[in-house]
């Protein structure tokens, strides 16, 4: 299940205040941070993107 076109305009991740690229995949859906220094990765969990910095992935 994709996100809104108009979500993505107006989410930013909450670390570093970049924008959000949406690599939703059918096994792991996420949000990932195109901050150069950030990347953090955040999961879309029921089509609803979890936010928090706790719950990212950090960037391999």
Do not use: F, K, N, Q
């Amino acid at each position: 299940m994709a996100l809104e076109a108009g979500l993505l305009e107006i989410l930013a991740c909450p670390a570093c205040h970049s924008p959000l690229d949406d690599r939703t995949a059918d096994d792991s859906p996420e949000l990932v941070c195109t901050g150069t220094d950030c990347g953090l990765a955040y999961p879309v969990r029921d089509g609803i993107p979890v936010l928090l910095v706790d719950e990212a992935r950090r960037p391999a």
